[in-house]
């Protein structure tokens, strides 16, 4: 079955520190990845995406993910955390054949502590 | 630009009613999404249109729920005879190509509550 799965439904880091926000993939094709972040109230705005070219990936404000074919990984990290990164962040894939929908992990909470 | 938007922000209704939710996608985007996030469920699919092809209905969880495209531009919703378990945001999202990896853009959502 094709999945994603988000280690740690929610995460606190203090401002300052490293991020670390978990995402697994299951798949028996191809995958795109995607990592999405939600903000209170709002839509889903993308971070960066994977597309089988470069395994790492940069992405806005500081973001970037290692796509780890053998690991069937896509962590996203940012060396140092801001209280504007307070947000949910959803992993999320796609796949080269099969349906065109996201398919989404459960998404993490970010909390910044100040 | 515009970005994807979406009518109502939030729609009360008490069970047994119809609704509809509709969706703006961003011009010239040939595809559109709708998504369902609730607490128990996460995100999930349930329909996509690309241009004028069939809808894939995949991931619609009951009968009760349809939508439409109307000249591969605004969709609409509708959820007939609401129960409380459909209360959750609507999401939509457009998208500009059919390639699996193109950024979809997502509306800030339809918050439906049955009462």
């Known amino acids: 079955a094709q999945s994603v799965t988000q280690l740690g439904s929610h995460v606190s880091v203090s401002e300052g520190a490293l991020v670390l926000l978990r995402c697994n993939y299951s798949s028996s094709v191809p995958p795109y990845l995607f990592w999405y972040v939600q903000y209170p109230n709002q839509g889903l705005q993308l971070l960066l995406k994977y597309t089988s070219a470069a395994t790492l990936v940069k992405g806005i404000n500081g973001f970037e993910a290692e796509f780890k074919k053998s690991e069937t990984s896509f962590h996203l990290t940012k060396p140092s955390a801001h209280m504007s990164d307070a947000a949910e962040y959803f992993c999320?894939?796609?796949?080269?054949?099969?349906?065109?929908?996201?398919?989404f992990g459960t998404g993490t909470r970010l909390t910044v502590i100040p | 630009g515009a970005g994807v938007s979406q009518s109502p922000s939030n729609k009360v209704t008490e069970k047994g009613k119809d609704v509809e939710l509709r969706c703006d996608p961003i011009s010239g985007h040939t595809a559109l999404y709708w998504y369902r996030q609730s607490l128990g469920q996460g995100l999930e699919f349930l329909i996509y249109f690309q241009g004028n092809s069939a809808p894939d209905k995949s991931g619609l969880p009951s009968d009760r729920f349809s939508a439409e495209r109307t000249g591969g531009s605004v969709s609409t919703l509708t959820i007939q005879r609401t129960q409380q378990e459909d209360s959750a945001v609507y999401l939509c999202a457009s998208s500009s190509r059919l390639a699996r990896n193109n950024e979809q853009f997502f509306g800030p959502g339809t918050r439906l509550t049955v009462l």
């Open positions: 999320a894939v796609t796949f080269q054949t099969g349906a065109n929908n996201l398919f």
